[in-house]
């Protein structure tokens, strides 16, 4: 900052975190997810700086803190397609299903240089009209999705068309029910390695991998996140909901399967 006049100061808004007389901002250890802004001010002067706040691996999501009605916090893309809502007496976060413009949304929550990781979430879609959703989780820029209307289970690499790397098998799943995915990716002899399993919940967590695919030229790291597609949207109606929950992000060396 440029002196002005008088003394510097400095001030953290709307985060858990502290500013020293040097303008150094210290995060507390259980601030969680945050953004925010820094403000310095020397005299006549004032500067300010957005901040996002991100906590280490491994981390778990329930919503329960998160308000009512508002997108998660530094959770980049979730703007106007994503909300936290009451659902079943507890909160949960909601793809928006009734804007065309926004019928695909994609959320990252992390950092694009993390690698060697676990993402894990509760998820729940809705018919509409005979129209279900894909629900997807996102690993180091490879997708695992939850396809409704051809009932199939997908890993794809990341953002070309047709994908580089796309291992499909059928898999059925039902409107209006809880299932928990989770996806693993690891990186090993120059390959990657990405393995996915879903099944209903509150079942036993299956013992094997319900679909896995070898990338021979793996992506070497990405941010977690998750994706919805709102089948069925239109500019008058609304298309299927996606629901998650429970979402979990842990390193590998710390999972049993």
Known sequence: MVPGSGKASFAA??????VDASGKLA??????????????RSGELAAEARVRVIPKIPFRVDFEAFEEGKAPPGWV?????????????????????????????????????????????????SRMRRQMPNITLLNSRYQMV???????????????????????????????????MKFRVE???????ARGKVWARGEPEPGSWTIEV???????????????????????????DAYFDNLEVTPNDAQAN
């Open 13 to 18: 808004k709307g985060l858990k975190a502290s």
């Open 27 to 40: 995060i507390a250890p259980d601030a969680g997810f945050g953004v925010g802004i820094v403000e310095g």
């Open 77 to 125: 893309g979730a703007g106007t397609k994503f909300k936290v809502v009451s659902f079943e007496g507890g909160k949960v976060l909601r793809k928006l299903p009734d804007d065309v413009r926004f019928s695909d949304g994609e959320i990252f929550i992390g950092r694009p240089e993390w690698t060697g990781y676990t993402i894990a979430a509760d998820v729940r879609g």
């Open 146 to 180: 939850l396809a409704g209307n051809h009932q199939r289970l997908r890993i794809v690499g990341w953002l070309t068309t047709p994908p580089r790397l796309d291992k499909t098998i059928p898999f059925e799943w039902k409107p209006d029910a809880w299932y928990r």
């Open 187 to 193: 990186l090993a002899g120059g390959k990657g390695i």
């Open 214 to 240: 070898e990338d021979p030229a793996p992506y070497p790291s990405g941010s977690p996140g998750i994706q919805a597609y709102s089948a069925g949207v239109t500019t008058r109606q609304p298309g299927a």
